[in-house]
């Protein structure tokens, strides 16, 4: 008797998604991080971790997507890895206007390898970005991005 045998993986690039996708993407993991900030327990620094984790990602990605709206190529995207100050660099000069202390903490926040250690490391969440910053640093580069997509696309809704 034969076994059966699995169908081959089709081998055809995968499809990127488009600035919006990463816009939606990105709003879904603001929305969860902003979940997870209510539920965090006040005297713990591990239960800020999943907030942190989601915050930090949710920025990424909405950086990901105004590179992406602004012509950057997929891989060069990706191979800045958790690169935010980075992604920060290349978007101010493609024409994202972050505020000042946004910019300087996308900067400490690569410097002192937050997403690293929110991920990995919960022990040092105290060392790491207060909470406050960071969700200031997430709804500016959220409305800077998602105004920048309002702008070059009047028929996205929002």
Same mark, same amino acid.
């Given at each position: 008797?034969?076994?059966?045998?699995?169908?081959?993986?089709?081998?055809?690039e995968?499809?990127?998604?488009?600035?919006?996708?990463?816009?939606?993407?990105? +709003?879904?993991?603001?929305?969860?991080?902003? &979940?997870?900030? *209510? %539920?965090?327990? $006040?005297?713990?620094?591990?239960? @800020?971790?999943?907030?942190?984790l989601?915050?930090?990602?949710?920025?990424?990605?909405?950086?990901?997507?105004?590179?992406?709206?602004?012509?950057?190529?997929?891989?060069?995207? +990706?191979?800045?890895?958790?690169?935010?100050? &980075?992604?920060? *660099? %290349?978007?101010? $000069?493609?024409?994202?206007?972050? @505020?000042?202390?946004?910019?300087?903490?996308?900067?400490?926040?690569?410097?002192?390898?937050?997403?690293?250690?929110?991920?990995?490391?919960?022990?040092?969440?105290?060392?790491?970005?207060?909470?406050?910053?960071?969700?200031?640093?997430?709804?500016?580069?959220?409305? $800077?991005?998602?105004?920048?997509?309002?702008?070059?696309?009047?028929?996205v809704?929002?």
């Open positions: 008797m034969k076994s059966a045998r699995a169908p081959k993986a089709d081998k055809t995968p499809v990127e998604p488009s600035p919006q996708e990463l816009v939606e993407l990105a +709003r879904a993991y603001a929305e969860a991080a902003e &979940q997870l900030v *209510e %539920r965090q327990k $006040k005297c713990t620094a591990i239960s @800020r971790a999943p907030y942190r989601a915050a930090i990602h949710a920025i990424e990605l909405y950086l990901n997507a105004y590179l992406r709206m602004k012509n950057h190529e997929p891989d060069e995207i +990706r191979g800045l890895q958790h690169d935010l100050q &980075q992604r920060t *660099e %290349r978007a101010t $000069k493609a024409g994202m206007k972050l @505020r000042k202390r946004t910019i300087t903490h996308l900067g400490a926040m690569t410097s002192n390898r937050e997403y690293l250690l929110a991920r990995y490391q919960p022990s040092a969440q105290k060392s790491l970005s207060q909470i406050n910053r960071l969700l200031a640093t997430l709804r500016d580069v959220e409305k $800077k991005v998602t105004t920048a997509m309002e702008q070059d696309n009047p028929s809704v929002r």
